[in-house]
């Protein structure tokens, strides 16, 4: 979600049909459409795709490599004026899911307006590592910027590693990417981030999801980021929203009070939700953030379909 210079609402988000079911539909049918709100609590009128399958490239007689398939946006404006969405793309043969989830890679589209055109590349602007003992060398995802002081662009993703033997490959990590403009290119830091010192947590296959990152408006700077603690590392509440901050946007910790949402909310006529929060994002109103954005549900096998919510946020006033 972003609020834009004409005083309206708008948000970026993924869909697929109901038919397909949640998996394998996220990975082989999803695609990035464009809402807009007159309210920041919305509702959101669906407008249009954002960012439609776009097949084969003619330059190349080969499919883009997001020619099927784009999810999970993530959107920021750079102080130039410009909107940049970073998101994931992949590729296939329409019915194999190891195929397209493993094809996950990182890309940025630009426009002037939240509303689009979007100016798509011919190339990821993040890919695998060629050393297949890398955290990321079978697949990228998930990403996640913010605007560095000088400009550049601090880039947090999601990455799975070969794993001979295994098509899904390993572990789920996380790592970051520096780069001096939004289009790159992106420069790999060393390491992984949203780690955890706790005993037996390096072996759990995923701890954090979905980040969502922010300048520190504190002095001093760095970066603050809310993400999911899928399994209680950071919280001790499993698929809460964790709060986590960084001095510098490669090394973070859980922030001395972490827990942002627990795995169940409360709605506003007093129920508590049956399903947790997921890929959760702010809306930032006058630079302060005022609304949190996820997406619920849909993991259910009644046929429960999955949607967004929008909780609004407290700011109290500093002592």
């Known amino acids: 979600p972003i609020q834009g210079d004409d005083g309206k609402f708008h948000l970026l988000y993924s869909r697929w049909p109901l038919a397909?079911?949640?998996?394998?539909?996220?990975?082989?049918?999803?695609?990035?459409?464009?809402?807009?709100?007159?309210?920041?609590?919305?509702?959101?009128?669906?407008?249009?795709?954002a960012l439609p399958a776009r097949g084969v490239n003619p330059a190349t007689g080969r499919k883009y490599w997001d020619g099927d398939v784009t999810h999970n946006p993530n959107l920021l404006r750079h102080p130039n004026g410009k909107y940049y969405l970073f998101y994931m793309?992949?590729?296939?043969?329409?019915?194999?899911?190891?195929?397209?989830?493993?094809?996950?890679?990182?890309?940025?589209?630009?426009?002037?307006?939240?509303?689009?055109?979007?100016?798509?590349?011919?190339?990821?602007i993040v890919d695998v590592n060629p050393d297949r003992a890398a955290f990321d060398s079978l697949c990228v995802t998930n990403p996640a910027a913010?605007?560095?002081?000088?400009?550049?662009?601090?880039?947090?993703?999601?990455?799975?590693?070969?794993?001979?033997?295994?098509?899904?490959?390993?572990?789920?990590?996380?790592?970051?990417?520096?780069?001096?403009?939004?289009?790159?290119?992106?420069?790999?830091?060393?390491?992984?981030?949203?780690?955890?010192?706790?005993?037996?947590?390096?072996g759990h296959w995923m701890l954090a999801e979905d980040p969502y990152l922010w300048p520190d408006p504190a002095p001093g700077g760095g970066y603050l980021a809310i993400a999911r603690d899928v399994v209680g590392t950071f919280t001790g509440d499993t698929g809460a929203i964790a709060l986590f901050q960084s001095p510098d946007g490669l090394h973070w910790k859980p922030a001395a009070h972490p827990l942002v949402l627990g795995q169940s909310f409360t709605w506003a006529?007093?129920?508590?939700?049956?399903?947790?929060?997921?890929?959760?994002?702010?809306?930032?109103?006058?630079?302060?953030?005022?609304?949190?954005?996820?997406?619920?549900?849909?993991?259910?096998?009644?046929?429960?379909?999955?949607?967004?919510?929008?909780?609004?946020?407290?700011?109290?006033?500093?002592?």
């Open 20 to 49: 397909v079911g949640f998996a394998p539909g996220w990975a082989l049918h999803s695609e990035i459409a464009y809402a807009v709100a007159d309210h920041a609590l919305g509702p959101y009128r669906h407008v249009r795709v």
């Open 89 to 124: 793309g992949n590729h296939g043969d329409g019915q194999s899911y190891p195929m397209h989830r493993n094809h996950q890679r990182i890309g940025v589209a630009v426009a002037d307006h939240p509303a689009g055109p979007w100016r798509r590349f011919d190339q990821p």
């Open 146 to 202: 913010a605007v560095r002081p000088d400009g550049g662009i601090l880039l947090i993703y999601k990455a799975v590693q070969v794993l001979e033997g295994k098509v899904m490959g390993g572990n789920v990590r996380y790592g970051a990417a520096l780069a001096a403009r939004p289009e790159g290119p992106y420069v790999k830091t060393a390491g992984r981030i949203f780690e955890s010192d706790t005993p037996g947590a390096s």
């Open 269 to 319: 006529d007093g129920q508590r939700s049956r399903t947790k929060v997921e890929r959760p994002a702010l809306l930032f109103i006058a630079g302060q953030p005022a609304v949190l954005f996820g997406a619920t549900d849909g993991y259910r096998k009644d046929g429960q379909t999955s949607f967004n919510v929008q909780i609004p946020l407290r700011i109290d006033p500093a002592p």
